[in-house]
């Protein structure tokens, strides 16, 4: 039965989407103008991406929820297609862009396909979380299917090579498999089994092995994989408490790169300053505390997974992206929800939302 939407989380969303505008605005204007002779270009582009993700999360929302499960295999393997597809080489669908094939290429719009198997990925462990119930704590009829699966996404998201988005998604896979109830034991033995090809894969992929020295010791590479962090050190020290002034930073004048992308929260700090960056946060708390009340509150027990995997996967990807940018993780290439410049992320993303107010209408009051 509809009980309406959660107007919260609604109201969150819409203000970080907001703050979004203004930030990617704020810190593209200038390289934009120089480069592309237009300072709008990436806020039009932004404009155009929420567009039509507000207006996927607008048709999802008023869709009941429970009708994902039919689509949960199909959905599964369109992903899995995609990621396929950008992998071959002769079809010429494949955006190359440096050692890494992450794009899908059509002459209106490039598309990143992992962004969609992350929400393909969290659809699919909800579903199986509900349809096995207890008989996920069985290894065999229930651990192993969802991980087979799991795996061999994050296999193909490897190939592309992004090793950043392919271990946010183990990540995701061990944190629902949690809550959904999966022997403790299991969990532990996978990192472990994984630990020496996760190792292989960095030394192999020698822009992941530098990475991960930079951010151990960023000073011992200044101009080159240490700079982007140092840069972000310079512009959050020069925000202080209060920042600079909205529009006055410094470091987004080619400075800090990918400053309106993975970094952008770096070129907040420096602008609005601490004080700033804590309401951004503040934002992200309760964006999560309405996630978990919407699924604690789910009348069924896939609304129940399915709210706490598209949290966890929001949740998760924001507290990567600000570790990343206060280096406290190693670079990944993940976008702040909702306020960094991106495409497909920004519409995965609100897609992933108008499921929760899905599930917010059909739950429980409060």
């Known amino acids: ?39 709008f270009k990436f806020l039009k582009k932004q404009l155009l991406f929420s567009f039509l993700g507000l ?9 009941d929820y429970r009708k994902l499960r039919a689509w949960t295999y199909p959905i599964l393997a369109v992903s899995i297609l995609l990621l396929v597809l950008i992998l071959i080489p002769g079809l010429g669908l494949g955006l190359k ?18 962004e969609l198997g ?16 207890d008989r996920i704590k069985e290894f065999f009829l229930g651990f192993l299917p969802v991980l087979a699966i799991s795996g061999i996404m994050i296999f193909l998201v490897v190939l592309e090579p992004d090793m950043g ?6 990540i995701l896979t061990m944190i629902l498999l949690f809550i959904g109830g999966t022997k403790f034991s299991y969990l532990l033995a996978t990192p472990l089994f994984a630990a020496p090809g996760l190792y292989l894969l960095i030394t192999h992929f020698h822009y992941s092995h530098r990475r ?91 609304g ?3 709210a706490m995997g598209i949290t966890s996967m929001i949740a998760l990807q924001a507290i990567i992206n600000m ?31 108008g499921i929760l107010l899905s599930i917010s209408a059909r739950g429980g009051k409060g």
């Open 304 to 306: 129940a997974h399915l």
């Open 97 to 114: 862009v440096g050692l890494a094939r992450r794009w899908l290429w059509t002459p209106w719009f490039t598309f990143q396909p992992s």
């Open 323 to 353: 570790g990343v940018v206060l280096g406290l993780l190693p670079t990944k290439g993940l976008t702040l929800p909702f306020i960094s410049y991106g495409g497909t992320s920004l519409v995965v993303n609100l897609l992933g939302i």
């Open 165 to 170: 988005t392919a271990i946010f998604m183990g």
């Open 118 to 133: 992350k929400l393909a990925l969290v659809l699919f462990i909800a579903y199986s979380l509900a349809k096995k119930g």
């Open 212 to 302: 991960i020295m930079a951010f151990l010791n960023p000073w011992e590479d200044m101009q080159g994989m240490g700079f982007q962090i140092i840069q972000s050190f310079v512009a959050l020290g020069s925000g202080g408490v209060w920042g600079v002034g909205l529009g006055d930073g410094r470091q987004k004048l080619f400075f800090l790169p990918a400053a309106h992308t993975d970094f952008i929260l770096a070129i907040l700090g420096e602008e609005v300053g601490f004080l700033g960056m804590m309401g951004i946060i503040l934002l992200f708390v309760i964006l999560i505390w309405r996630g978990i009340k919407i699924a604690l509150r789910a009348e069924d027990p896939f």
């Open 55 to 63: 207006l996927a999360m607008l048709a999802i929302m008023k869709t």
């Open 1 to 39: 039965m509809k009980k309406g939407y959660d107007h919260i989380l609604l109201y969150t969303v819409l203000t970080l989407l907001a703050i979004g505008w203004i930030m990617v605005y704020s810190s593209s204007a200038v390289v934009a103008d120089i480069t592309y002779h237009d300072g």
